[in-house]
C-alpha cells in the first residue's frame, strides 16, 4: 500500500452486521394503521401499496443524484397511494417502519467485533452507512447494545447527511471528522459499486469484502479482496 493507515472506515449492512427484510415487520403495522383510518386491505393490496413506497424511493433516488430520501417521504408516498394524504397524521406509521428493525435488530458478522478490538488504539475508525429506512438513531441504538458503537470515533448516515453511498460527500465528512487525508485512510465495504468506487473517488484505499460475486470495471477495481473481516488487522499492519 506504501502509506501509512491512520483511519478505517467500515460500512454496515453486510459488512458489519447481516442484512434482512423487515417487511414481515412493517406490513402488519401498516394494516393496522390503515384500518384505524378506515382503510379495509386485503393482503394482495397492502403488500402492493408497501412495495409502491420503496418503488417511488429507488426512482427519486436515481434522480436526484444519490440523495437519500427519508421515511417520512416513503410513509408519505403509501399513504397518497390509498387516498388518505392530508386526512391523518402518519407520523405513529413512519415511526413504526424506523423502528422495524428493533423487533429483531440484525446480528454482528463474524469478526466484527474482534476487527475492532484489534484496530482500537491504532487507527482511528469510522462507519459509514446507507440507511434506508432505518435511520442513525435507531443504528446507534442498536451498535450500542452490541456495545460497539464505542469504537468509532465518527459514524456517518445518510439520513443524516443527506446524500447516499458512492456520493462522495459522505466518504469526505468522514475523513474530515477524522482528521486524516484521503490517503491515509481504508474504506471497508461489500458493494463494489457503492463502498469501493465512492472511497476509490474520494481518493481513499479500499478492501472489498465479498459476500457475492460482483462484476466491475477495471477503473472501480479494490486494492484489496477479502473474504473476512479480520484481514484487515493484516492489512493496516502491513502498511504501518
Not at 28 to 43: H, I, T, W, Y
Not at 126 to 137: A, E, K, N, V
Not at 210 to 233: F, R, V
Request: with cysteine; aromatic share 8%.
Amino acid at each position: 500500500m506504501g502509506n501509512l493507515i491512520r483511519a478505517v472506515t467500515f460500512d454496515l449492512w453486510n459488512t458489519l452486521v447481516h442484512n434482512r427484510n423487515y417487511g414481515e415487520f412493517r406490513l402488519p403495522k401498516l394494516k393496522e394503521f390503515l384500518r384505524a383510518n378506515g382503510v379495509e386491505l386485503d393482503d394482495a393490496r397492502l403488500l402492493e401499496v408497501y412495495q409502491a413506497g420503496f418503488r417511488y424511493s429507488s426512482e427519486l433516488h436515481r434522480a436526484s443524484g444519490r440523495r437519500h430520501v427519508h421515511t417520512g417521504e416513503i410513509v408519505g408516498h403509501v399513504v397518497d397511494q390509498v387516498g388518505l394524504s392530508g386526512r391523518c397524521d402518519w407520523t405513529p406509521l413512519v415511526e413504526s417502519y424506523e423502528e422495524a428493525i428493533l423487533s429483531e435488530p440484525p446480528r454482528l458478522r463474524d469478526g466484527a467485533r474482534d476487527t475492532l478490538e484489534a484496530l482500537r488504539g491504532r487507527v482511528r475508525m469510522g462507519l459509514i452507512s446507507d440507511t434506508g429506512t432505518s435511520p442513525g438513531r435507531v443504528v446507534r441504538r442498536i451498535l450500542n447494545d452490541y456495545s460497539v458503537l464505542q469504537y468509532f470515533d465518527v459514524t456517518v448516515f445518510s439520513d443524516e447527511v443527506g446524500y447516499c453511498k458512492p456520493n462522495e460527500v459522505v466518504f469526505r465528512l468522514a475523513l474530515e471528522t477524522l482528521g486524516v487525508e484521503p490517503g491515509e485512510a481504508l474504506h471497508v465495504g461489500d458493494l463494489l459499486k457503492n463502498d469501493v468506487a465512492g472511497a476509490k473517488r474520494a481518493g481513499m484505499h479500499t478492501a472489498w469484502l465479498k459476500t457475492t460475486d460482483q462484476e466491475y470495471p477495471p477503473e472501480d477495481a479494490p486494492e484489496y479482496i477479502i473474504t473476512s473481516l479480520t484481514e484487515i488487522i493484516g492489512i493496516v499492519e502491513s502498511a504501518g
